[in-house]
DNA sequence: CGGAATCCGAACTGATACTG
DNA sequence: CAGTATCAGTTCGGATTCCG
């Protein structure tokens, strides 16, 4: 698991410790949605394997934005949902989101499917 | 030099592919706060390895977020800066920031001299 | 269902030396 | 001053197998 530094020079860079990488933004972005299962995660996102899927889970989970609640069931249940600190993020989410619409407009780069700012803005 | 995909998913997946990685979010921040010269961008972050700087800095300008200006001279001067576009993504930045200081202090992880999203609103 | 463990190549990053 | 070039280390990420 990534520690964190006890010390940064700028707020970017804890920023970048706590959800740089390829999947946590993605994930956090997701999650904010609702709660979703593991399994459920992964059809979300299919590019991921269940290792990075678990791996970056855990690290959200140990800095405390992503909660994990496991239900005592048979089949077992899993459920990931973000802490009251990771929902704080989600304007800044929304934020990117536009500011990446706006790229893929501008360089005529296709987008699918997928929740953008823009549909958030109109809601 | 890395390149775009022709389609995505998400918008989160491009933005991610535009300005994820170490150095990036960390560059334009910094660029945002003015123009910088090559060598004025290494003493304000001597972490970052000439190469790495080169490197980050033609990425951000391929993908048209940064402007470089080469001024003919003995000795050369090569000034960065940040596009329109590039800029747009100022205040996405600063929720970053801000976001990253308000961790910062629940968690008690001290931050050093530099600009911080608080800083900004402050203004 | 929701993982853990292992292996391995690819990608990223840094150190160092050299240059117009 | 503003880079290149080369080499080497490290980490990241994916494939696969196994498990309660």
Redesign the pocket.
Known sequence: M?ELQSEYQCAINLVIDLIG???KVLLLWHLNEGDK??????RTIP????????????ELEGHGLVK?T??EE???????STTDFGRKLQPVLYGMCQWGDDYAEKEGIQMNSCWTGRDFMQK
Do not use: A
């Open positions: 990534k990488g390829k999947w299962r593991f399994n459920e995660l992964r590019e991921i394997t269940k290792k990075m899927l678990t791996q970056q889970l855990r994990r496991v239900f048979v089949p077992p249940r899993v459920v990931y």
